[in-house]
């Protein structure tokens, strides 16, 4: 765990981690866009440390703390499980993508690249804003409630 950090701190923490992640990958989304490939991939290759750091973070959180139910019923919590869910599949199906996309950027293979990209790009930045949101929904909407 990072020092000075208590383990109740670490959603927030990775909560911060993917809203970095989703600023990282829109902003290396721009560079490649307007053909700046050295800023595209400082962003790229930042958004995947980014990334690492919180599923190191994440994993670490919830073998200490196990599952963490919503507390709140009703809509609330079928808009809840809902987003949980879509979030939780394609931040298992992204993995091997952006490991592919990664890898073939770092072989030079570029046209494979934007095949898998294309893809990669979408699904990385949905999982790392419904990343955010399940964090405000779960943490943070209750005390509104």
């Known amino acids: 765990m990072p020092a000075g950090l ?9 909560a911060a ?5 989703a600023v990282l990958l829109f902003i290396g989304w721009r560079m490649i ?11 790229m290759l930042a958004a995947f440390a980014v990334s690492a750091a919180f599923l190191v973070s994440y994993l670490y959180y919830h073998a200490h ?4 139910r919503f507390p709140v019923p009703g809509a609330w919590r ?5 987003l949980l869910a879509s979030h939780t599949l394609l931040a298992a199906v992204i993995v091997p993508l952006i490991l592919r996309a990664l890898y073939l950027a770092l072989r030079g ?19 790392s804003v419904t ?13 509104f409630l």
């Open 78 to 82: 079928t808009a809840y499980l809902c």
């Open 17 to 21: 981690l993917n809203g970095t992640s």
């Open 65 to 68: 703390v196990g599952s963490v």
């Open 131 to 143: 990343g955010v949101l399940v964090y405000l929904m779960l943490y943070k909407l209750p005390a």
């Open 33 to 43: 866009r307007t053909g700046n490939v050295a800023a595209h991939r400082a962003c």
């Open 6 to 14: 208590s383990l109740h701190q670490l959603p927030a923490l990775n």
């Open 109 to 127: 293979r570029f046209d494979q690249h934007r095949r898998v990209a294309r893809w990669t790009f979408p699904m990385w930045m949905y999982v």
